[in-house]
Antibody
Framework: EVQLGESGGGLVQPGGSLRLSCETSGFTFSSYWMHWVRQAPGKGLVWFSRINSDGSSTYYADSVKGRFTISRDNTKNTLYLQMNSLRAEDTAVYYC?????????????WGQGTTVTVSS | QSALTQPASVSGSPGQSITISCTGTSSDVGGYNYVSWYQQYPGQAPKLMIYDVTNRPSGVSNRFSGSKSGNTASLTISGIQSEDEADYYCSSYTSSNTPYVFGTGTKVTVL
């Protein structure tokens, strides 16, 4: 069974840091581009970062550029998100997801999400 | 990149059909056949319901169908059931500064 599972969320003060992990199983992780999507409380889904299959290329939305870093370890089948200089507006549920290479542009599998709260 | 525009809410009685619209621009919805739709129950992760405008993943009910005309995509739920009550989001690949954009979301209520 294909599974994604996020961890590492929690309460952090403004200006602080957190590292999220997304452990995967049931598929060839190294073949997939991986993405992070977040959802602020009561709000909609927002895409903000992706990494290609071998980790050589990353992309960020302006809202997180320079503060967040996406990475992956294909030997551990795990995706990461290092979040620095956190702001109140980063408070959200963070989801990891995948899009197959060379095919659809749809996010076919999602993790259950991990909650990040930025507050003093 | 602005979010794609969806109606905030759509409702219908059991057995009726409802349609949710998703309006973008020629840089996203109108420019690519990469529109997808997601169902989300409160407190749960999104679930892919339609991909590449019209395609249903395995296991998704054939009561769900997708279409597109110009810069507007649509999700139709035929014979709506109480279990369809959820939030629905569209998404599109884009040529703008971020490669993917989601819609504003639509709350579907079964009367």
């Amino acid at each position: 069974e294909v599974q994604l599972g996020e961890s590492g969320g929690g309460l952090v003060q403004p200006g602080g840091s957190l590292r999220l992990s997304c452990e995967t199983s049931g598929f060839t992780f190294s073949s997939y581009w991986m993405h992070w999507v977040r959802q602020a409380p009561g709000k909609g889904l927002v895409w903000f970062s992706r990494i290609n299959s071998d980790g050589s290329s990353t992309y960020y939305a302006d809202s997180v550029k320079g503060r967040f870093t996406i990475s992956r370890d294909n030997t551990k089948n795990t995706l990461y998100l290092q979040m620095n200089s956190l702001r109140a507006e980063d408070t959200a549920v963070y989801y990891c997801s995948r899009i197959p290479v060379g095919g659809t542009r749809a996010f076919d599998i999602w993790g259950q999400g991990t909650t990040v709260t930025v507050s003093s | 990149q602005s979010a794609l525009t969806q109606p905030a809410s759509v409702s219908g009685s059991p057995g009726q059909s409802i349609t949710i619209s998703c309006t973008g621009t020629s840089s996203d919805v109108g420019g690519y056949n990469y529109v997808s739709w997601y169902q989300q129950y409160p407190g749960q992760a999104p679930k892919l319901m339609i991909y590449d405008v019209t395609n249903r993943p395995s296991g998704v009910s054939n009561r769900f169908s997708g279409s597109k005309s110009g810069n507007t995509a649509s999700l139709t739920i035929s014979g709506i059931q109480s279990e369809d009550e959820a939030d629905y989001y569209c998404s599109s690949y884009t040529s703008s500064n971020t490669p993917y954009v989601f819609g504003t979301g639509t709350k579907v209520t079964v009367l």
